[in-house]
Each structure stands twice: as C-alpha cells, then as structure tokens.
C-alpha cells in the first residue's frame, strides 16, 4: 500500500500531481480565480471575523419575526431553528468525528420525552426549566455513553448499525412504554403509549414563561447562537483539532498522542446532548411528545441538513436548514409547488448547460416537443389529454396545452416515473452532444411525472424521495456540500 | 551510556508467518541507531511493535525502566515515543500549523466542558500549543517558513510533507524519535539535506534517534551504530563500515548464495 | 411444558430465519467485497417483494393463475430474483462505484439516500395499503405433520428453497471461476485488479447475487406471511443485518448460522418473554448488543488484522 511519491488520487496522467509545484500553484491561483459575483462574495466571507459571520446569519434571524406577522411562517422559522440546532448536533457526530450515527433522532425524542416527564400534566412533576434543562442534557449524554461505551468495536461500521436499532428501539418501546410493570414502583404509566405524552409545561426560566411562538422562536435563536458559539470555541480547541486529525487519519491520530476511541466516544455523547437539549424544546412547542415524531422521516431530514450544507461546516448548517426544511414547506402549496419545481429545472439546467444557445435548445426543444406529442395525442388518444394537472395556478394552466395529461394517470405515470428514473441515471453515462439531445426527452418526461403524479403527493413521498435522491446526488457530485471546502482525500 | 530503548526477544508473526523473531535491540540516551535491511526484513513491523500498534508475540519492549507492552498506541507516544510513516500520514485537510497542534493532545489537559467555555486553564494551554508548535515549526528554518504555517497540508511538495512530519513528531516531546525512511522519495540535494537535519535534531534538539533507511548515504552520515535485519532476525550490528562489509548483509541485500560469497 | 407451543415458535422461528439468512447473505457478501454497509439492501428485498406480487398478477393471480401451482411459485422467484438483481446492480453502479474512493462514510450515507429513495418510489407507485399474496388460493391451507411439528407448504417451500439457495451459493463461491474472483477481491481488490480481475465486474455480480438472494427472500416472505408493504424492507434489513454481525460479517455460514439464530430467538420472545409480542424487537436488539459485547467479530468471524 505504499504511496508513490507525489502520486494523484486518480491516475489520470493529465491530472496535476499533488505536492508538485505546479499543483501548489494551482491550489494557490484557485484562491485567486474566484470570479464574478459569486467570487466578490467568497472573498468577502472568507476575510469576514467569525464573530461577523455569525452575525450574518442572526440579525436577519432576528428581525424576520419582525416583517412577518403570518403565524404559520413563523412557526415554519421556529421549526427551521429548532432542525438546525439539532443538526448542529449531528454535524459535530458525523462532520467532526466521522461517526454514523443513525440514532439521533432518538436522543432528540428521548429530550421531549424526558422532559415531558419532569414538567407535564401527563407526569405530574413541574420542575422548572432552569433544573429540567440541564437535567436532560445530562441524561441524553449519560444515555449517549451507555450505548456507545460497551465496545470499541461499536465505534467503527457497527456503530451505524447498532444506533439505527437503537432508533428504532426507542419508537417501539415509547409506543408501549406506559403499560409497563416496574418491579417494586408498580405499573407507571411513562410515555403516554401511542397517544403520545402531552400536556408538556411550557419552558419557565427562572419565573419567565415561554408561551406564544414568538417568544419560543427568539428563545431558540438564542439558544442556537449560544450552541453555535459553544461549538466553535470546541472546534479550535485541542478537542476540536483531535477531532478532525481523526477524521483526516485516525490510525496516526492515535500513534500521535490522541486516544481515538475517547474522543469518537466523547463526540457521540456530545450529539446526544445536543439533540437532548433541542428535544427539550421540541416537547415544550409541541406541548406534547409523539412517538411518530421521531421516526426516519426527521433522520433523513437532519442528515440532508447536514450534508447539503456541508459537513463539518457551521454556516452551511443554517443554510442547509433553510433549504431542506423550507422546500418541503413551499410544496405544500400546489400553486406554489409548480413554481418551485420549473424554477428548480430551471435553475439546474442553467447552472449545467453552457453556453446558453444549447440552454435555450433544450428548453426549446423540451416545449416543442410537447406540443407535438400533444397535437397527435389529441387526434389519435384524445383520453390522454383529457386530465387537469394536480398543480394550481397560471403555470399549471400553462402547461395543459403542451404535456400530456390522461384522464386516469396513475399507471402510465407510474411506468413514466420508473423510466424516468431509468432516464436521469441513463443521462450521466452519456457524453456531450449526445447528453444535450437525451435531456430533451428526459426534462419532457420529468414534466409529466411532475404533473401527473408527484405532485399530488407533495406533502408525503415526493418530498422524501427528492431528500432521499438529494443525499446520493450529493454525495456523488458534490460531497463537501454548499459550504464546506472541497477535501483532498489520497487512498 | 544509559539505555532509553530496550526489545529483550521480541517475537511477532502473522498467522503463521514470522515477521520478527527473537529481536534483542537497544538504543543508548543520545545514540542515532539506524535499522537497515531489505524489503520485508520487518523493519516498519518494528517501529509498529515499538509503537503500540501491534502487539508483540512474546519478549518484552522497555522504555527507561518501564515496559511498554500493552499500552494503547497514544500512551506509548504519551511515554516519549514518537514516530514518522514511511508513507506520510499528514492530517492533509489541516493547516500546516494545526498538524503540529493537534499531536500535542496527549501533552495538554483541559477539558472539553473548559474549552467550551474559555476558561483560564483552556487558554493558557491554547498559547502555550501555539507557541510550541511556532517552535517546532521554526526549526526547519527557511525550508517551512511562516506564510506556509496557515496553508492546508496538503499543499505542501513532497520533500516539505517529510519535514512537517519530523515537526509533528518533535511537537509530541518524546525522548525518542523513530523516523521511518525519512529520505524515501528525495532528490540527492534534498537527501543530503535530511542527513544534516538528523544531525542537527541530535545536537541542536538532544533527541534519541532510532532511524530506518535504504539510502547507504544517509545511513553512512548519520550512524552511530547500525543494525541489520533479514527475515526478522538481526544478522549484523555495529559500525556503519562493518555492518556494511559483512557478508552476510551483502548476501541479504544482493541475495547471493552463500558458497559465492564465502 | 408446552411441546405443541414450542415446536410451532420453531417452525416459524426456522421459517423467519431463512428470510433473513437470505438478506443477511447479501449484505455479508457485499461488506466482505467493499466494506460498506449497505442500507438499501432491505428496500431491494420489498422490491424483490412487489416483483414477485406483480409476476402473480401478470400470470392471473392466486384466484384464477394461468399455470399449475408450482409453474407459477417458480416463476414468481425468478421474477423476484432477477428484479432485486438487476435493481442491486443499478444501485451499485450509480450509488456506490463513484464513490469507492471516498472517505469512508460519504457511501453510507449514499446509501442511506438510495434506501430512502426506494420506501418512497414504492409508496408513491405501490401506495401506503397492505398487498396480499393470496397464498391460500395459490396453494392450499395444506399442512405436513411430523409428531408434533406442523409445517404448512409455504414454510417447507422457503426452507427448502432458503437450503438450496444458500448450497448453490456456497458452490458458487467455492469452485466457480467468478467465486473465486471474490474471494480474491475481498481479500486484497488492489492486488486482485493487478493480478487480471475485472474488479468492477466481480463486485456487480456480488451485488447481482446478493440483491436476488434478497428479492428471493421477499417472495419468500409474501409467501408465507401473505401481506406486503412498502416498509417492510427497513426492520427486515435491520435483522438481517443483525444476523450478518451477529454470525459473523463477511462469513457466508455465518450469515445463514445468525438468521437462523435471530428468526428463533425473535420467534421465542414471541412466545415466552413478557410482552414478547410486543418487545420483540427489542431483545433481537439485546442479543445483538449481547454477542458484539461477548464476540464482536460474531460468532464464525474472524478477528481482522490492520495493515498499516
């Protein structure tokens, strides 16, 4: 397994050579070749303070409660804090210490939960929240250690396995946990069962009662500052340092003085806490925890967080919370849900098609295409344009005279939806020109599925399949996310 | 001279094939000690046995007094045993600066809870890592100087990543260094600068050296004493001129018969 | 004690066990060859499912099929087994090979994507509702006796049918010329691409093999349970996955040895534990904890060796 001096990760001998000065030079004249808008932008967040960058993101988060009076937007922004402080969690897990934690959302759960037990009607106890919150994180980190301690083994690929069991475990046993018999307490009931445990006690820090919305979102925009800040400080500490040498190498990690399997387990009760604490508050919006809650559906979401925004990246956290949790919140809307689906064609065919002429083909060729296959649908199978779309709105009429809308779409959409998987993976094979004219007919048949299928399940399977397809695309395209800085990996 | 690096018998195979076997070795407080021998002679298994890596099959590894077997790999670097990879194993996504941090883990004590919040201990420790790692850095004068501290490692050229290496091993203080094959890859003038820097580790750094090398050059400059490995057993040890006449070496390195060189 | 209890917990202990045998080999075989747990592995084995409920469909379904009984069983398997093949091999070639290289977990959590992906795809086409075989229209309530033990045809069929699998598996890997391309692969790939292998082939068919072990497993299950769903992929997968650790990750006897043992055990927490019905899932759990706690390389594994 020798390196070959100066060897490239990839073999191809027009690559740059790593360590070879002219690869240096590259690595240094990317800095510089950041161009246009975008570039001015990279540079100016590059040169901005920490503390500046964190200001970035809160005055905006601060006053957004101010310009909107709608309750639903804003319980969308409480929300969107409530997934990011949670990702922040994860990030520390998976970004900094490389860990699969497929569990999270346990710990998350097991936070409302927890304290649904110390301050709810359901329970009985009304701690305050100045006991009951650090009571929680401890308990969530305590329950970190138990499950990640029994084994060193457990640290590597087993770790993965093992937490996703554990997610599951936990759904299973809130689910029944109020009918169980305690040896000497008796039969308690702890959880609430299937109905969930409600009547949570709003958070009351030191006499001050966190009611309305408003109040729970600035309370958790603080509390997402102060993890933040909390995390960064960690980062550039001899902890934080240990952390990413082992996600860099873990073996000379360990030869270096760094005890590997500490610091993973110490990463791993960090997120536990983490999710504790924003369960806590999770439970007391909701004043109730749901066993239904915390299943993979919110896990999927967290990781898509994490990842889009670049893991092992703090800003791109909040950006990553803001796309994958507000998307999903626009789809509701069928009006709406048109417009974010062709300006996301859009967006994503100007982004990879260059130069325009080819764009505009496309785009071209895409309308006219549907306006001949409607012409001849209309006299030959005049059923096959007889449907409405599922959307709403001027776009959705726009589109009922250039794509085909059968009158009962489910099959044909169906077997469309399998081929146009089959398409999409079809079109990263091709090359060139040949990419150029495939994607007229896969962009046609993408508008079909769209508005003779997927867009009628906006709410559920649509929005999990596009985050399911979002984390492969991701991983394969662009593994370091929005954010994150690009890693030289040498295997 | 005291003896700081002691192996009594060291046994060590894999599944059936013996990679080291009844190994005696030491290195003297001050001494350079280089380990030469073929491919597959077990010198890189060596410095794994020495480090914690693996586990010797019997024998026993002492450091000063105290044995190290059975210690995690951190605690024998903890102990003052620190090694270079023939095949580099920089933290390549972090600065050149933070490389030479991150090993002092081992060296500093404050918790996460004290980082977390900046208390005194924390940031004290905090200058004091940065200071040594500016040191350490230092030493390598006009070859890593100051504007590379901040680059990724990764952007460093090939004979640079050795010396980051050499610095990141200094920055765990250890009592002895193990640098394997520190000249591997290197141009003539690049060598010739090594064995100067080896030198100058000793006189200027006062470290114990236990060295591993092919290029005869290097070995022939630096060595107090040389020792020879084949097959997992030391087939010759001594001054770099006998080491180097002795038959036995030219017949493992040339791969002679016997009756020829005889 | 109950003996009539007992020997039923057994059978369908035994029964549940070769479904999992059967998924928990596809994974075993695909970390032995790529190291990669491999999430989706459940999700082909729902899909592995719905082929077999559609080839049923397409041959006249149970009520009225357009063959003999067991023409149309034979053909459900190959339909299941080609269809989670084909679907592994897709998987792994737009999933998982560009990112072979990568660092270690950016082709878990691509799995993770794929597994997501394909529990939405089938809710989308398939819906959220139970879909029922029909096995008792198929092939009779029929059921064998042997003392006190009843076996019902379903069962014989997938034990039998699991066995035979899991032989012709064992061969495969054993004397065959793309077997031993395996082993050699999952031994070193490096040296194995040097020596001649078509790595990126040997590891397809891994996959091909693997994913149709799992579509097989699913038919197999439509068969004797009777409903299927778009979900059933994730706690499937889950136990085995269980039974690969638990046997032995990388072991093929292994990951007979661990479904067989984690259909019996979940069967007995059935029937003896408190609450077993309920908690079942929750001492499968334990007894994984259990063997990574007492044998972390699993029972027939072997402890690895690192190469530095």
Redesign the interface.
């Known amino acids: ?3 070959e ?2 060897a490239s ?1 990839m073999d191809a001998p027009d690559q740059p050579r ?4 002219e690869w ?1 030079a590259s ?2 004249g990317k800095r510089e070749g950041y161009e246009g808008l975008t570039g001015r932008l990279q540079r100016m967040w590059d040169t901005l303070p920490v503390g500046g960058r964190l200001l970035v993101f809160a005055v905006p988060a601060a006053i957004f409660p101010l310009v909107t009076t709608e309750g639903n937007v804003f319980r969308y922004g409480l929300i969107t804090l409530i997934y990011a402080l949670l990702a922040l969690g994860l990030n520390v897990v ?1 970004g900094f210490a ?1 860990l ?1 934690d ?1 569990g999270y959302i346990a710990f998350f759960g097991f936070g409302a939960y927890m304290y649904g037990i110390l301050a709810s009607g359901h329970s009985g106890h009304h701690w305050p929240a100045e006991f009951a919150i650090p009571v929680v994180i401890l308990a969530g980190a305590a329950l970190g250690l138990l499950l990640g301690l ?5 640290l590597g ?2 770790l ?3 937490t ?3 997610g ?2 936990f759904v ?2 809130v689910n ?1 946990a109020n009918r ?1 018999n305690f040896p000497f307490v008796g039969h308690v009931d702890l959880t609430g069962g299937a109905n969930g445990l409600d009547n949570i006690d709003p958070l009351d820090l030191f006499g001050w009662k966190v009611t309305s919305t408003r109040e729970y979102y600035f309370f958790t925009l603080g509390a997402f500052v102060l993890v933040m800040m ?1 995390l960064y ?2 980062n ?7 952390w ?2 082992l ?3 873990p ?10 399997n500490r610091l993973k387990l ?1 990463a791993f009760v ?1 997120g536990a806490a983490t999710a504790a604490f924003a369960g806590t508050i999770y439970g007391a919006v909701q004043t109730g925890a749901f066993p239904g809650d915390f299943d ?1 559906g919110l896990l ?1 979401t967290i ?1 898509a967080i994490v ?1 889009l925004g670049g893991a092992g990246s703090l800003a791109g956290i909040v950006v990553g919370a803001i796309v994958v949790n507000g998307v999903p919140e626009l789809l509701r809307d069928p009006n709406q849900a048109e417009w974010v689906f062709y300006v996301a064609v859009a967006v994503v065919l100007f982004a990879r098609l260059r130069p325009w002429p080819r764009l505009a083909g496309v785009v071209a060729g895409t309308i006219g295409l549907g306006f001949a296959l409607h012409a001849i649908a209309d006299a030959a199978w005049p059923r096959l344009t007889d449907g409405k779309s599922g959307g709403e709105g001027a776009l959705a009429h726009a589109v009922e005279s250039w794509v085909l809308l059968p009158s009962r779409p489910t099959q044909i959409a ?1 077997f469309a ?2 081929i146009l ?1 089959g398409a999409l ?1 079809a079109l ?1 094979l091709l090359k060139d020109v040949w990419r150029t004219v495939a994607l007229v007919p896969t962009v046609y048949l993408a508008v079909f599925v769209w508005e003779n ?2 867009i009628q ?1 906006t709410a ?3 929005r ?2 596009l ?6 695309v991701l ?2 395209a662009r ?1 370091q996310g929005l954010f994150g ?1 690009a ?5 | 001279m005291a003896k700081l690096l002691e192996l009594r018998g060291v046994d060590k195979s894999f599944g059936g094939l013996t990679v080291i076997s009844e190994l005696d070795l030491h290195v003297n407080e001050g001494e350079i000690v280089s380990v030469i021998g073929p491919n597959g002679a077990g010198k890189t298994t060596l410095f794994n046995l020495i480090t914690g890596v693996y586990r010797p099959d019997g024998g026993d590894i002492l450091l000063g007094d105290e044995s190290l077997l059975g210690l995690e790999p951190h605690e024998v670097t903890n102990r003052g045993v620190a090694r270079t990879f023939q095949t580099l194993r920089l933290f390549l996504n972090m600065t050149v600066r933070e490389n030479v941090m991150a090993v002092q883990y081992g060296k500093t004590r404050a918790t996460v809870v004290e980082s977390m919040f900046r208390l005194p201990r924390a940031r004290r420790e905090e200058q004091e890592i940065r200071r040594r790692a500016e040191e350490k850095l230092g030493f390598f004068g006009q070859r890593l100087v100051g504007y590379r501290w901040d680059q990724p490692a990764y952007s460093l050229s090939y004979a640079n990543r050795r010396r980051l290496e050499i610095a990141r091993a200094m920055a765990t203080e250890p009592r002895i260094l193990l640098l394997d094959e520190p000249a591997a890859g290197m141009n003539p003038a690049e060598t010739h600068e090594i064995t100067q820097l080896i030198g100058k580790l000793r006189e200027d750094g006062g470290y114990t050296i236990l060295v591993i090398e092919h290029d005869m050059h290097v070995v022939e400059g630096i060595s107090d004493r040389v020792i020879a490995l084949d097959h997992g057993v030391k087939i010759a040890e001594g001054s770099f001129d006998a080491v180097a006449t002795d038959p036995r070496v030219v017949e493992a390195y040339l791969g002679l018969r016997k009756a020829e060189t005889k | 004690m109950n003996w009539g209890l007992f020997w039923d917990l057994t059978v369908s202990g035994v029964t549940l066990g070769s479904v999992y045998a059967l998924i928990a080999l596809g994974y075993s075989m695909v970390y032995g060859i790529l190291k990669l747990l491999n999430f989706a592995h459940g999700d082909v084995y729902m899909i592995g499912a719905f082929v077999g409920y559609f080839a049923l469909q397409g041959l006249g379904g149970a009520l009225h099929p357009s063959a003999a009984a067991w023409i149309v069983v034979t053909l459900m398997f190959i339909a299941g087994m080609l269809g989670g093949g084909m679907l592994g091999v897709v998987i792994e070639r737009f999933a998982y090979r560009p990112l072979r290289n990568a660092p270690r977990i950016a082709p878990l959590i691509s799995a993770l994507g794929v597994s997501f992906f394909l529990q939405n795809s089938a809710l989308l086409l398939f819906g959220a509702s139970f879909r029922d075989y029909g096995t008792f229209d198929l092939i009779g309530a029929k059921t064998y006796h042997f003392g006190n033990v009843y076996l019902s045809v379903p069962q014989v069929l997938t034990i039998v049918s699991s066995l035979a699998l899991m032989v012709v598996l064992t061969v495969l890997v054993a004397r065959t010329r793309i077997g031993k391309a395996m082993r050699a692969t999952s031994f070193d790939r490096e040296a194995a691409s040097m020596m001649g292998i078509d790595v990126d082939r040997v590891i397809a068919s891994t996959f091909f093999i693997g994913s149709a072990l799992a579509g097989a497993a699913g038919v197999m299950f439509g068969l004797v349970f009777g409903q299927i769903y778009h979900f059933m992929g994730f706690l499937a997968g889950l136990k085995g996955f269980t039974a690969a650790v638990i046997g032995g990750i990388g072991s093929i006897p292994g990951a007979m040895l661990g479904g067989l043992l984690v259909g019996l055990a979940e069967s007995y927490a059935t029937g003896y534990l408190p609450q077993g019905s309920t908690f079942q899932n929750l001492y499968v759990f334990a007894l994984l904890i259990l063997i990574i706690l007492i044998r972390p390389s699993g029972i027939l594994g072997k402890a690895d060796v690192k190469k530095v």
């Open positions: 397994m020798a390196d001096p100066g990760p790593i360590g070879v000065d240096v690595v240094e998976v490389g699969l497929l029994p084994s060193r083994r457990l690929d087993y993965a396995i093992v996703l069991f554990f599951q475990a299973v046993f029944n169980i909390l400080f960690v550039e500490s001899r902890t934080g340092r240990a990413r040498a996600r860099e190498d073996l000379a990690a360990e030869v270096m003085s760094m005890p590997v110490l960090f993979v999927i990781y990842i169906n939806f399998v998987i993976l990263t299928l997927l399940q559920g399977a649509t999990f399949i985050l399911g397809a979002l984390l492969v991983m394969n593994p800085t890693r030289v990996e040498i295997v």
